[in-house]
């Protein structure tokens, strides 16, 4: 069955565990051994930066006259939870996971977060296995194929608020993890952002990433009505 996701990935493991450590949920590594670190999350950690860095080059290199600005919301549209797991329902990679029960019950095989994490943790392995030219041969196949040139359906919320801040000076953001819930296989994280020490936006998300652009998305909404 492994041998599916290899075909529909177009790259074959020399070590076959790399790919069955990527596609281990948290739920399944704490149910079946006690111990999440057999899980996917290191892998996804490393994927999420290969990831950003390959295509941060890549729009480096074709897109020469666009702002930094710019760049860094096309790059975020690109690699959002919503555009990998675009990428995961493509290939079929939720049924290949391996999810503990009460993940199974709950309809972790098509959420959005399991996806996209799980493509990070395929990315990670196959640079583990293959080097860069794996990672970029996956990359290029799956997600450098539709670049958000126009309009950005994901935008970079933390960026967006960022520059809208800094159109007066001397204005300081900063963002307060003040909450965290759920079990491990299924965390929720509270931020705040504040603005010159001033809370103006409140976010959750299942990753402090995401609860932070969340909290800049409800800023831009309360601060600057009609630009979020």
Not at 49 to 62: C, D, F, P, Q
Not at 68 to 82: H, I, K, N, P, S
Not at 145 to 171: C, F, I, M, S
Request: hydrophobic share 40%; aromatic share 6%.
């Amino acid at each position: 069955m492994i041998k599916d996701l290899e075909a529909a990935i177009g790259y074959r493991f020399n070590n076959i565990s790399l790919l069955q450590n990527a596609l281990t949920h948290s739920s399944y590594a704490n149910e079946r051994w006690h111990n999440s670190l057999m899980s996917n999350e290191r892998l996804e950690f490393l994927g999420d930066s290969i990831l950003g860095m390959l295509v941060a080059e890549y729009l480096y290199r074709n897109f020469p006259d666009r702002p930094e600005g710019e760049l860094t919301r096309m790059r975020a549209d690109m690699v959002c939870e919503q555009t990998l797991a675009a990428v995961a329902n493509r290939i079929g990679l939720g049924k290949h996971l391996l999810l503990g029960n009460g993940e199974e019950q709950g309809g972790g095989r098509s959420r959005n977060s399991i996806l996209a994490d799980a493509v990070e943790s395929v990315i990670a392995a196959s640079f583990l296995d293959g080097g860069m030219e794996a990672a970029l041969r996956f990359i290029q196949q799956f997600i450098l194929v539709e670049v958000p040139v126009t309009r950005l359906h994901n935008a970079d919320y933390k960026t967006a608020l960022q520059e809208l801040v800094q159109q007066k000076k001397n204005q300081a953001l900063s963002y307060t993890l003040v909450g965290e819930s759920g079990p491990d296989h299924d965390k929720r994280f509270d931020v705040e952002v504040k603005l010159n020490g001033r809370v103006v936006g409140i976010g959750s998300g299942s990753s402090k990433k995401r609860a932070e652009q969340d909290a800049a998305h409800a800023a831009i909404e309360a601060l600057f009505p009609g630009k979020a």
